[in-house]
């Protein structure tokens, strides 16, 4: 099992930044990737941002150039820089772990961007 604890969420204005952490423990041993995703009041489940083992990342076309992925191993922490906020990035975001054929999902954290 793998346990995730996410923080960072919160209310900001459209332009503002936040930066998401979630950090696994528990069977962290080969984890493949880790991951934000988010759901919007009213909309499916969407994949945020995704970074690999070796540190291959890849982003949401509406997220490209706003948002950073970046982990530290060390202390098995994901990281989501989130920077030029919009309404539209209001959702819940979850934290993602893919171990092996397994995937573990964090409680989600709430972040809501409104003036």
């Known amino acids: 099992q793998v346990q995730l604890v996410e923080s960072g969420g919160g209310l900001v204005q459209p332009g503002g930044s936040l930066r998401l952490s979630c950090a696994a423990s528990g069977s962290i041993f080969s984890i493949n990737a880790m991951g934000w995703y988010r759901r919007a009041s009213g909309k499916e489940r969407e994949m945020v941002a995704r970074?690999?083992?070796?540190?291959?990342?890849n982003y949401a076309e509406s997220v490209k150039g706003r948002f950073t992925i970046s982990r530290d191993n060390g202390k098995n922490t994901v990281y989501l820089q989130m920077n030029s906020l919009k309404p539209d990035d209001t959702a819940v975001y979850y934290c993602?772990?893919?171990?092996?054929?397994?995937?573990?999902w964090g409680q989600g954290t709430q972040v809501t961007i409104s003036s």
């Open positions: 970074i690999t083992s070796d540190g291959n990342t």
């Open positions: 993602n772990v893919q171990r092996g054929p397994f995937q573990y």
